[in-house]
């Protein structure tokens, strides 16, 4: 596996700098009390890094099956997870499991999601329709 190289780390961080001022531009003076928690401003930020980072990815890797983006989502979750203590990643499993779906159809209805184009009987066509998300 290749090193990360400290310019990687540096050019995410500074990916990530610029995105929570962004989120942090965004949330000001919005009620919700989801917006007055740090840990998910942080998180909205980091999304938009982590998003940028999946679509240079998928870009690189050209054509694939979506049997790809299902592994990409196991692995990433996996590693989140594993950021915790160890005695609370059993639970943080299950409550991402029991999430997912409402997160997901959450996310494709305000339209963040990751557009690309798949091959589809020889026919380039968008991942996500548009007007569907």
């Known amino acids: 596996?290749?090193?990360?190289?400290a310019a990687i780390v540096k050019a995410v961080q500074a990916d990530l700098k610029v995105g929570r001022a962004g989120v942090e531009r965004a949330v000001a003076g919005r009620p919700e009390p989801e917006f007055q928690d740090p840990d998910l401003r942080f998180a909205l930020a980091a999304q938009n890094t982590l998003?940028?980072?999946?679509?240079?990815?998928?870009e690189e890797a050209g054509e694939f099956a979506p049997?790809?983006?299902v592994e990409m989502a196991i692995r990433l979750a996996s590693y989140a997870i594993s950021a915790m203590p160890l005695e609370d990643q059993h639970h943080a499993m299950e409550l991402v499991c029991a999430s997912l779906p409402a997160a997901h159809k959450r996310r494709l209805a305000a339209g963040v999601v990751i557009r690309i184009d798949?091959?589809?009987e020889g026919r380039v066509e968008p991942n996500i329709p548009e007007g569907r998300a």
């Open 1 to 5: 596996m290749k090193p990360t190289t």
């Open 51 to 58: 998003r940028t980072c999946l679509e240079a990815t998928f």
């Open 67 to 69: 049997s790809l983006c």
């Open 118 to 120: 798949w091959m589809n």
